[in-house]
């Protein structure tokens, strides 16, 4: 079983950068696939990005791609989501997720933080 926590979202002006971590907890944090996932109000939960235990990622919407990087560091089971040129439309909770398949679909992760909200004011 894995816990997860997210840390570090908060305010931060367009243009702005921020970075994400999500902290896991058991020794088997290597094996699952990572990934970030966000929900703005009112509309559906969205893949971000996610990265395998071989470090090997991919990314959801074109809007992220080239501003978003992930990465994860298995020595201290956190994984991370650096966020630069932040847009207004970015604004959502931020969410990491842990599962054996990983994926873009919310389905493929059985393991949920609960969430950092992420503000990106114009």
């Known amino acids: 079983q894995v816990q997860l926590v997210e840390s570090g979202g908060g305010l931060v002006q367009a243009g702005g950068s921020q970075r994400l971590s999500c902290a896991g907890s058991g020794r088997t944090f290597s094996s699952y696939t990572m990934g970030w996932f966000r929900q703005a109000p009112g509309k559906e939960r969205e893949f971000v990005a996610a990265?395998?235990?071989?470090?090997?990622?991919?990314y959801g919407p074109d809007s992220v791609k080239g501003r978003f990087t992930i990465s994860r560091d298995d020595a201290k089971n956190t994984l991370y989501l650096q966020m630069n040129s932040l847009r207004p439309e970015d604004t959502a909770v931020y969410y990491c997720?842990?599962?054996?398949?990983?994926?873009?679909?919310?389905?493929?992760?059985?393991?949920w933080g609960q969430g950092t909200q992420v503000t990106v004011s114009s």
């Open positions: 997720a842990a599962g054996l398949r990983g994926g873009v679909f919310a389905t493929a992760y059985g393991y």
């Open positions: 990265i395998r235990g071989n470090g090997a990622s991919i």
